[in-house]
């Protein structure tokens, strides 16, 4: 859906360069848009390197694992369907932990492990499961303490406190996360 979007987006623009004779106009905002994209991976790729590092280091030192056990207690509240010391109860808390930290290219491979062992334990494997649905929710409303990308984007573009946004989005992301979880409540009694 989201690429029939996009491919309906770029058909109006072109059209409409063409329908007002601005063409040159299009062809280089393609080209610079394809150098911005360029100098931003150039820019953010080293702040990236760093906390994926980081994430690497605490993860082979353990630190990981125990911050997943400190979050898989409450994780059986939200996810009741899900049998005690089952292992998607750790890929979870893995998965919140690394997007806690603003990992998120670290947190997807624990998010489809996740996924891979919630689906083993879905009695319907065409529908998503209560808790297949629950974690999605989560994943979604971006339970982020320390958004990297952000603070690195801030950074590239000579902010003068790159990191004066942690707050604000420390707030947002409990209430967002809290606003899911109701929802995600609610809806599932409905149904």
Known sequence: MVNKIWSFLIIIGILFCLTTNKIGLLNEEILNS??????????????????????KIAEASGLL???????????KFIFPEIPTGHESLSYISSNIIANMFGLGNAATPFGLKAMQSLQELNKTKDTASRSMITFLVINTSGVTLIPTTIISLRMMYGSANPTSIVFP???????????????????????
């Open 34 to 55: 394809a150098k911005t994209s360029f100098e931003m991976i150039i820019k953010i790729f080293p702040v990236m390197a760093l906390w994926l590092g980081i994430a």
């Open 65 to 75: 694992k125990k911050l997943s056990l400190k979050i898989s207690r409450p994780l």
């Open 169 to 191: 989005c420390i707030i947002i992301t409990i209430l967002g996360t809290i606003s899911a979880l109701i929802i995600d409540r609610f809806f599932a009694r409905i149904s």
